[in-house]
């Protein structure tokens, strides 16, 4: 989305996700463009052809309420993308450029991670993960402190497998990507991020240009998972209260289900000897943000000396080590 016509950039792409037959219109003859044409949508919503010419070109960026709203219901928007086209039309003030900071992990937020007994990350507004319990890590390799969840989904084909439904999910990932920003695109993090993403993914790309947008909503996930065999999980998210626009992930399943018991074995699986608690979160400094994660390398056991109330060699897993 260009920083110059955003609000443009969005009403062309969702005219051409709509078609005649989803609004009853007669499709006649061949047609050059996909999806509606935009003297079609001027019709519907009741403008004229040019005034919506001056819109998408970005030569007006001023319209009402009441042509917004038109406009929403002829591209078939509902409330949360009728929400987000409010949002691009709205004057931005002009802001300072932020300078990049850790952002903080509330200490009951940390505390949950280690006791919640869940597979559970937290993620800024980037989706960089920034802090993870070892469940977390064993459920999905790649939900690592330094990752990024759009860099693991379009770029690790371990992701890929992992997810039975990789395209439903890497979809709405990037959606709730692009709500959870709102107009703040112009982050330099986010411009590296979806640059990097455009260039070397070919579905990033696709799916980007469809400009979707949806709520952080619980979500069902469909996994292929090496050690435990198919899994239905739901992911769920919640906000962390701050200013740095966090949000706590986990997965759960239904009590009692066969999920359930297979993450219990899972958990079981993770857990060696007295009850692990989550890692302390380990932070990225703020000029390594922008670099691609090395994540792609595989988990690895390697020995690491003797115990030394064994004797016997100490094997554990690569990741972060807690520190004293």
């Not at 955003?6 to 050059?32: F, I, K």
């Not at 940390?110 to 990350?121: E, H, K, M, R, T």
């Not at 991020?193 to 790309?205: K, P």
Request: aromatic share 4%.
């Amino acid at each position: 989305m260009s920083e110059e016509n955003r609000l443009g950039d969005y009403l062309r792409a969702r005219r051409e996700l709509v078609t005649p037959d989803d609004l009853g219109l007669p499709s006649h003859g061949v047609r050059r463009v996909p999806g509606l044409r935009r003297e079609e949508v001027a019709l519907l919503a009741g403008i004229s052809s040019d005034y919506y010419l001056r819109l998408e070109q970005g030569r007006d960026r001023n319209p009402s309420a009441q042509v917004l709203d038109a406009l929403a219901r002829v591209l078939l928007l509902d409330d949360t993308a009728t929400a987000y086209l409010h949002q691009l039309a709205a004057p931005r003030p002009r802001s300072r450029r932020r300078p990049a900071r850790r952002p903080a992990v509330p200490p009951a937020t940390a505390q949950l991670l280690g006791s919640i007994g869940l597979p559970a990350f937290v993620t800024d507004r980037t989706l960089d993960i920034i802090a993870v319990n070892p469940l977390a890590t064993a459920l999905v390799p790649t939900v690592r402190v330094g990752e990024n969840r759009l860099r693991s989904f379009f770029l690790d084909p371990a992701e890929r497998d992992l997810h039975a439904d990789w395209s439903a999910t890497a979809a709405q990932c990037v959606a709730v990507f692009r709500r959870r920003l709102g107009t703040d695109v112009d982050d330099p993090r986010v411009v590296r991020l979806v640059g990097e993403l455009s260039l070397a993914s070919a579905e990033f790309r696709k799916v980007w240009a469809r400009h979707d947008v949806r709520p952080v909503v619980d979500k069902p996930i469909r996994m292929n998972h090496p050690l435990v065999g198919e899994l239905s999980l739901t992911l769920s998210k919640l906000d962390v209260d701050g200013p740095d626009g966090l949000a706590l992930a986990a997965y759960h399943a239904a009590p009692g289900s066969e999920d359930a018991e297979r993450l219990a074995l899972l958990a079981s699986l993770t857990t060696t000897g007295p009850a692990r608690r989550a890692e302390p979160a380990q932070w990225a400094e703020p000029a390594q943000w922008a670099e691609p994660a090395q994540w792609a390398e595989p988990v690895r056991r390697e020995a690491s000396g003797a115990d030394p109330r064994t004797g016997r060699p100490e094997n554990r897993l690569d990741g972060p080590r807690r520190t004293t």
